[in-house]
Nanobody, 114 residues
Framework: QLQLVESGGGLVQPGGSLRLSCAASGMFFGAYHMAWYRQTPGKQRELVAA???????NYADSVKGRFTISRENAKNAVYLQMNSLKPEDTAVYYCNAKLTYDTWGQGTQVTVSS
């Protein structure tokens, strides 16, 4: 079973950048569809960006042009480069892997504030 560990969150000023990483342990990482979600208190978890096993990518409208998702199958890793961060990007960000079922990481906090 795949296990996911996120890193790279933190406090950043509006307009700044962060790069989140998700390290996966387990077999056949390349077969998984990977995604980043985020959640704020009292709200449902929402999809931020996704990348399929074949490399197809989609983004939430709110992050298009600012965030970039990528994966390195040789390193069992997926990344989220976040630029031009806004206060409304503040959330806990979760890495997700999907094959026959969903696997989630523990989440990493991103806070955008001056």
């Amino acid at each position: 079973q795949l296990q996911l560990v996120e890193s790279g969150g933190g406090l950043v000023q509006p307009g700044g950048s962060l790069r989140l990483s998700c390290a996966a342990s387990g077999m056949f990482f390349g077969a998984y569809h990977m995604a980043w979600y985020r959640q704020t208190p009292g709200k449902q978890r929402e999809l931020v960006a996704a990348i399929t096993s074949g490399g197809s990518i989609n983004y939430a409208d709110s992050v298009k042009g600012r965030f970039t998702i990528s994966r390195e199958n040789a390193k069992n890793a997926v990344y989220l480069q976040m630029n031009s961060l806004k206060p409304e990007d503040t959330a806990v960000y979760y890495c997700n892997a999907k094959l026959t079922y969903d696997t989630w990481g523990q989440g990493t906090q991103v806070t955008v504030s001056s």
